[in-house]
């Protein structure tokens, strides 16, 4: 095999083997395939696509180029959520914990944030200690002991994708439905997991601004995860308004202890429930979602999910009692009555950053005392000089970011339709 033959073929739309993907990716990560014939190989998948074997493969080399986490016989069934990313999406912190009071365990590796949507380890590190770089042993002990564990990569895992994606950022071919598939799918299932559910958003907080698309790299994801043996299913959900109230780091700590405690926003709680329903039921420690509902709604109201929060958080160096603190709060009120018409979620991420509470390069240090609390929501009536979002911002940057946060909210006359939280489910 000859990687220039191979980069042809794929030029030319010819589908590759699973056995001409091994080779490129295994020659690529042991450097007998140089970046610019994989950067080559890349452009051309990004313009002709990938089948489903083909992604298949290409997912299953990737995991392969490392290592990837087994369990004893004994462990109890592995889940895991991946959501694609949205403002103020905080299912993880409490879903994790809930999760692992259900009879399954939860070995959730998660990312930071880049853009504007926010990261579940920056969030985290609002906590005083808390370690997000677990070595592959702790996060094999923890897992059992604990029942979850949240943390990052490790560098035995899957450097295939830390290697592609360098070349995808600089060659313009992130956005590619198969290679975002293959990026997300061999993290996950390196994890050793019996079941997953994806989150796939679109709108426009989302890296999915349509619909259509989101559909596109769900199927794609439900068909990888299927096809290696792990049972996936995935929910559209709608990102053209930010999840709960709040959209930072400690403020989205704070709601996920509300979520935690019984309380919390009505679409944040109901995320967390469906996809725990959803994946009780696919690792099977479940007969039916009504079933499975029952003993989530039972652990998260009794306070058991908060205890096994708390026990995660200390697990991994947290110290919850710690303070949190929050950046001075300042109301931004409206300057007309009328209805909520739209809210330009992705400007109020970009506003974040700007406040300090996100990361344009990966090497930017985050505030995590700045955020916003959403004081309205789509189709919401309101009276003129209503406050519509609260900053937690130093004073002066507050003044910066007014004008630009005034405009992401369109005020109109007309009754609007408040989006469906769940559009679709797919699987
Ligand atoms: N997230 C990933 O992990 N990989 C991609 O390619 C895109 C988003």
Redo the contacts with the bound molecule.
Sequence with gaps: MNPTQLIAKKRDAGELTAEEIAFLIDGHVHGRIPDYQMAAMLIAMFLQGLSDAETAALTDSMLRSGVTLTWPETCLPRVDKHS?GGIGDKVSLPLAPLLACCDVCVPMLS?RGLGPTGGTLDKLESIAGFRTNLSLDEIHRLTQEVGCVITGTTPELVPA?RRL?AL?DVTAT?PSVP??TA??MS?KLAEGLNALVLDVKFGRGA?MKTRTIARELAARMVAVGQRMGVTTTAFLTDMNQPLGRMAGNAVEIAESLDCLRGGGPNDLRELVLEFGEEVLVSAKVADTRTAARARLLHELDSGRALERFERMVAAQGGRLDAPRPIAPAHDLCGDRAGIIEAIDTETLGWIIIDLGGGRRQLTDLIDHSVGLEMLVRIGDEIASGQPLVRVFAPPAKFDEVATRLRTAITIGDDSTETPLLIAERLG
Excluded: E, H, W
Aim: proline content about 0%; glycine content about 8%.
């Design positions: 694609t990312g994708d994606y995808r992130v290679l975002i990026s997300i993290k890296f």
